[in-house]
């Protein structure tokens, strides 16, 4: 895997996210790439080292996950008192805001925390060469649920990244198809059935699964 030397951003094409799912769970959940199964990304969350918290990050639930990469402070709201405070974190904390994932085109508390698991896994390096400035100010990454207007080149292209690798850990490639040829799924038709049984099993929304059939080549 390459990384941009400047910022430290990997390299990854599209055509990769597939293969980069796998190398995760080939370290994380072999037996993932072995049986169909429903990802333990919370297991996988702490096999990491990260400390997920779902609680509310904005007043308007637009950002539904960030990851914190170094000590210091992040603004977040505070529900109960109706304001915006500065809160001290630790590095490889997780936020997950339930109510702005309701709001995500997958709807899936999973594909967020596999998202973050991304955004640790492959994007580390970018945040730490970044810790010198303004040290007191965590550095982190906030997820949007619709892509904010004046974000960086560097960010969205991370952005995508875990975008498009996340639901490839929750439904990797060759189980995937596996699980999917036991239904008869024909483009046209609703096969309500089949991705409702694929959601089940693989313990994601429905709306990834149509997304993930799509992807390849199913539907
Ligand atoms: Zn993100």
């Given at each position: 895997m390459n990384y941009n030397l400047n910022s430290l951003i990997p390299f990854i094409l599209p055509s990769e996210y597939d293969k980069v799912a796998e190398q995760f769970l080939e370290e994380y959940c072999p037996d993932a790439l072995k049986y169909p199964m429903a990802i333990p990304i919370e297991k996988i969350a702490a096999d990491l080292g990260l400390n997920v918290q779902y609680v509310c990050i904005t007043e308007e639930a637009d950002i539904y996950g960030a990851t914190i990469f170094t000590d210091g402070m992040m603004e977040i709201y505070n529900p109960e008192y109706g304001c915006y405070e500065n809160k001290m974190f630790k590095r490889k904390t997780v936020l997950i805001d339930p109510e702005a994932v309701k709001k995500t085109n997958v709807g899936c508390k999973h594909n967020t925390l596999a998202h973050e698991c991304v955004h640790w896994y492959k994007h580390r390096f970018y945040y730490r060469m970044q810790k010198f400035t303004m040290p007191r100010i965590a550095k982190f990454c906030k997820c949007s649920v619709n892509q904010l207007p004046d974000v960086t080149d560097d960010i969205s292209i991370m952005e995508s990244q875990a975008n498009g690798i996340a639901p490839r850990i929750l439904m990797p490639r060759i189980t995937f198809i596996e699980a999917a040829s036991q239904y008869d799924i024909v483009y046209g038709r609703d096969?309500?059935?089949?991705?409702?049984?694929?959601?089940?099993?693989?313990?994601?929304?429905?709306s990834s699964v149509m997304i993930r059939l799509e992807e390849c080549n199913l539907l």
């Open positions: 096969n309500w059935q089949a991705i409702a049984g694929l959601a089940a099993l693989f313990d994601v929304s429905k």
